[in-house]
C-alpha cells in the first residue's frame, strides 16, 4: 500500500513542481475539462491541472508522466472547435500552458523567440510597434496562444497573401517521450539540413510531444492597406471575379467571402448598412505603400466594374474598420440567430466553389436546416455555419448528420476536411478518407515514433 | 543458373517498361554516374539507367527493385551541387525523370499539376504568360527540374520575400517502399487536416521515396520591379542597412551581398561598372505595381542616403537587367579565378554577419585560399567561396579542410550547414551536430518508416 502511495503519479508531480503548479479541486479540473468546441465530444475531468513556468518544468512533467502511464492533454486558451484541448482520460493530467508567456524579438534578425502561453494579439501589437509583422490571424487571435496557433497551424484571412502559422515558424523546442528534449530549426530563414522536423510538428495538435518553445519569423510591417466592397446579384460571377482579381497582379492581403444568408445576419445584429438583395459580396484589402494600395484598389475596382459588379473603395481607415468589423460579427452574428451553431471550416479548390456552394444548400435543405457561408474565398476555405435550436435534440442530431455531408463533399471535390480548425476529435473519422490507407499508416507510424506509450494528447488526429 | 538468370533484376524491369526505358551500355551509364558537385565525392557507375515515362512505369520500377533488393538514385538535371545524385553503389541503378515533364495549369485556381522533369525555367514562363508567378530560383533555374528543385527544397534571391519551393507545393503523389503509392495534399492553399505529409517530402532528397507528381501554388504575377545598388565603404554598416530597409515597411523582393573579392571578380570577368574599391555591395529589388516600385526603392534610397551610403537607382529594366547580369555571371567569374571552387551555401542570422565575415576571412587565412563571398544576405544565406588549383591535391585537401570549418563556425553562430543545396553526400558529416542525438534518431526512424530497406537514395542525408 505504501508502495503504491508512493508511486502516486500526481503527489510526484507536486513534489518535482511544487503545489502551485499542481491543481486538483473538483473545480479548477471541471474548468479544464472542455474547450470552444460547440457540439458534444468525449470529455473527461482529469486528474489534475498542471501549470509549469519553465522547460524543465515540463521536462520533468513529461519524464514523470512518461515513467507513470499518465496520458498528457496540452492546453493553450482552449479556444480550438474540433476538441484539441479537452481531456478524453480520467487518469489524464491536463498541461495548461498559461504561464509560460515570455518572448524575445530580435529586431535586427526579425525572428523572435516565445514560449506557447503567448497571446496572439499581444504578440503582434508589440511587433508591429517595431516596424515587424507576425500575419497569422485567426478570428480568436485576442485570445489564443502561439502554441495553440501552432498546435493547429491556424490561418486567417491575411493567409491568403502570407501564409499559414507554419510559414512563421523557425524553430521549435519540444518535450517528446520520456522526456527527451527535441530542438529543431534555428533563428534563420532558410534551411534544408535533413527532414524538415520544425514544420512538421506545426499542426500535430500536440500529438508528438510538448513544445516549449518556438523560433518566429517575422516580416516588415506594411505600410498601408485600403478595403473594398463588391457586391454581386448572381454568385455564379463570383468566381470569375475572384480570378479576375488574382491574375491582374494585384494580390489581395485578404480576398473573403459571405453569402446572402450571412450578409442579413450581420444587418440585423448590428447594421452597418451592407445591401440585404444582394447574392454574396466580396470584401477586398491590398497592402503596401500609401500610394500603392490606392493604385491597387483602384485596379481592382475597375476590373470588377468591367463586369458589372458595383465596387464601394472605403475612403479612410475608419470606413474600411466598420466593414471588417461586419465581417468579424459575423461569427456573433450567426450565433443570434438559433441557440446552435456548427461552425465548419471546409476547403474547396476555389474554382468549384459555383459548383459547390448549391450542392452545400441542397444539403442544408435535406436535413431541414438554417445553413450561413462565409469565410476566405481567395483560398477556398469556407466557413459553412448550420444553425439549429440547442434544446431540440432531434434538430441537434440532424445538425451533425448534415456536417458529415458537408465533409463528403468538400473530399469529393479534391478539397480538405479542415482549413484552420484542426482534426482534434471531431474530425477523426474523416482523416483515413483524406489520407488513404497508405497514408493514414504512415501518420500511425509517425506518431508512435514520437510517442510510442501514446500518452501526447492521445485519441486526438491519429488513432493508434 | 538459370533461377538466378530469371530472377536478374534488369532484364524484369526490361520486360516491365520496355527496352527503351532501360540503358546499360558503359556510356550511358558512366554519363549518369555524377552531378555538379565541385568536390570528390564516392561515386558508383550504376548497373542501368531507367528513364520511367508515366507513374505507372515508376511504381514498376520501384515494386521490382524493391523485391530483388535493388538501390535506387533518382535524378533531376545532375545540378545538384552535394551530391544528391550520384549513384554510390554498383548494384544501383539511376532513375533519370527527363522524360517525365508533362504539366497542366489551372489558371482559376492558381495551381498546377507537374511532373518532376518539368524545367523549372520553362515552367515559369508559362504561367507568366499567364498572369501568374512561380516564385523559386535557384541559380540553375534554367536547366534544373522541379522535382529536383522539391527533393532540395529549392531557393534564390527571390525566396527572401517568396519563401522558398516548400511554399509552393500543395500535394505530392510519390512511390514508396514495395511500389505503394503515396497521395498527399490537395489543389488548395490551406489544409490542416492530420501531419503535413507534403511539406515533409519537400527536401528529403529522394530518400523516402520517388515523386511522380506535384500540385504547386501560383501566386499573382507582381506587375513591375526596380533595382537599387548601395555601394558601402565599411562592412559593418551593411547590417545596420539590411536592418534598416527590412524594418521600413518596404519589402525587398531581394536583397543581395557581394564583397570585395565578389565585385572585383566580376569586374574582371565581365565589366559592368561596379566600383571596384567598395567593401561591399547591397543589391535591393522591389516589385509591385507600376507606382509602388518607384516609391519603394526611392525609400530605400533615402534611408540608405541618410546613412551616407551611396545608392544608385536604375532608372529602367536594362538598367537593371545589367547589374542582375552581374550577380547572375558571379558563379563563372569565380571560377574564372582559380581551376577549382567550393561554393558553400552557409546560413547565419543575419545579425552576426558582420561578426563572422571577419571569422571567415580568418579561416580563409589560416588555409591560405582565396575566398570570396556573396549571397542572400537579407535571409542571412551566404554563398562561400573557395578558390584554389585543382591541379594541386596539396591545396584542394586545405580547401577541403578550410570548408569543414566554414561549417562549424556556422553552427556556432546558430545557422545551418546548408540554405539551399541540400545535404547529399558531402554535408551528411555534420547533419548530426545540426540535429542532436535526440532529432538525428528520429531522422533515421522516419527513413525507415518509409523506406525500410533503404533502398531510396541509400547514403544520402542520414546514415541507417
Redesign the interface.
Known amino acids: 500500500m505504501l508502495g503504491i502511495l508512493k508511486r502516486d503519479p500526481i503527489e510526484r508531480l507536486r513534489k518535482a513542481l511544487g503545489k502551485d503548479k499542481v491543481k486538483t479541486s473538483l473545480v479548477e479540473r471541471k474548468l479544464y475539462s472542455y474547450d470552444a468546441t460547440p457540439i458534444p465530444v468525449e470529455r473527461s475531468v482529469p486528474r489534475a491541472v498542471i501549470f509549469p513556468e519553465t522547460k524543465e518544468d515540463v521536462r520533468r512533467i513529461v519524464e514523470i508522466c512518461y515513467e507513470e502511464n499518465v496520458p498528457m492533454f496540452p492546453r493553450g486558451a482552449g479556444s480550438g472547435l474540433t476538441g484539441g484541448a479537452v481531456p478524453t482520460e480520467e487518469k489524464g493530467v491536463v498541461i495548461s500552458f498559461e504561464r509560460m508567456t515570455r518572448f524575445e524579438v530580435?529586431?535586427?534578425?526579425?525572428?523572435a523567440v516565445v514560449e506557447p502561453g503567448v497571446i496572439t494579439y499581444e504578440f503582434q501589437n508589440y511587433v508591429e510597434k517595431?516596424?515587424?509583422f507576425y500575419p497569422p490571424d485567426p478570428s480568436s487571435y485576442k485570445y489564443s496562444t502561439i502554441g495553440g496557433n501552432i498546435a493547429?497551424?491556424a490561418?486567417g484571412p491575411r493567409?491568403?497573401k502570407y501564409?499559414?502559422t507554419?510559414?512563421y515558424v523557425l524553430g521549435i523546442t519540444a518535450v517528446?517521450k520520456e522526456g527527451?528534449?527535441?530542438?529543431?530549426g534555428?533563428?534563420?530563414?532558410?534551411?534544408?539540413?535533413?527532414?524538415?522536423?520544425t514544420?512538421?510538428f506545426?499542426?500535430?495538435e500536440g500529438t508528438l510531444g510538448l513544445l516549449t518553445e518556438a523560433i518566429l519569423k517575422l516580416?516588415?510591417?506594411?505600410?498601408a492597406r485600403a478595403t473594398a466592397l463588391a457586391i454581386f446579384d448572381d454568385l455564379r460571377k463570383v468566381?470569375e471575379a475572384v480570378?479576375k482579381i488574382?491574375?491582374?497582379?494585384?494580390?489581395p492581403s485578404a480576398l473573403e467571402f459571405m453569402d446572402r444568408e450571412a450578409i442579413r445576419a450581420v444587418e440585423d445584429y448590428k447594421p452597418v448598412g451592407l445591401p440585404r438583395e444582394a447574392e454574396a459580396l466580396l470584401l477586398i484589402e491590398v497592402d503596401?505603400?500609401?500610394?500603392?494600395v490606392r493604385?491597387?484598389i483602384g485596379?481592382v475596382k475597375d476590373l470588377l466594374e468591367g463586369m458589372n459588379v458595383k465596387v464601394d473603395v472605403s475612403e479612410n481607415e475608419a470606413e474600411a474598420e466598420r466593414i471588417w468589423t461586419a465581417r468579424k460579427n459575423l461569427g456573433p452574428a450567426l450565433g443570434n440567430l438559433r441557440s446552435g451553431k456548427i461552425n465548419e471550416d471546409i476547403?474547396?479548390?476555389?474554382?468549384y466553389l459555383s459548383e459547390a456552394l448549391p450542392e452545400l444548400r441542397e444539403i442544408a435543405k435535406k436535413y431541414d436546416l438554417l445553413m450561413a457561408v462565409f469565410g476566405?474565398i481567395?483560398?477556398?476555405?469556407l466557413h459553412v455555419n448550420l444553425l439549429y435550436d440547442k434544446r431540440n435534440r432531434e434538430e441537434e442530431e440532424r445538425a451533425e448528420r448534415a456536417v458529415d455531408e458537408v465533409f463528403e463533399l468538400a473530399l469529393r471535390y479534391?478539397?480538405?476536411?479542415?482549413?484552420?480548425?484542426?482534426?482534434g476529435l471531431t474530425?477523426k473519422k474523416?482523416?483515413k478518407w483524406?489520407?488513404?490507407e497508405?497514408?493514414y499508416e504512415?501518420?500511425k507510424?509517425?506518431?508512435l515514433?514520437?510517442d510510442p506509450k501514446n500518452l501526447f494528447n492521445p485519441g486526438k488526429?491519429?488513432e493508434v
Chains 1, 2 share one sequence.
Open positions: 530580435d529586431v535586427d534578425n526579425a525572428t517595431l516596424g515587424l493547429e497551424n490561418g493567409c491568403l501564409g499559414v507554419r510559414e517528446i527527451n528534449v527535441l530542438k529543431t534555428n533563428p534563420i530563414l532558410k534551411d534544408v539540413a535533413g527532414y524538415d522536423l514544420k512538421f506545426v499542426g500535430s516580416i516588415p510591417k506594411p505600410q468566381g480570378t488574382m491574375t491582374s497582379g494585384v494580390f503596401g505603400t500609401e500610394t500603392s493604385e491597387q485596379q476547403v474547396f479548390p476555389r474554382t476566405h481567395g483560398d477556398g476555405n479534391q478539397g480538405s476536411i479542415t482549413g484552420e480548425h484542426g482534426v474530425k474523416f482523416l483524406q489520407f488513404g497508405e497514408g504512415l501518420l507510424g509517425i506518431k515514433l514520437f488526429v491519429v
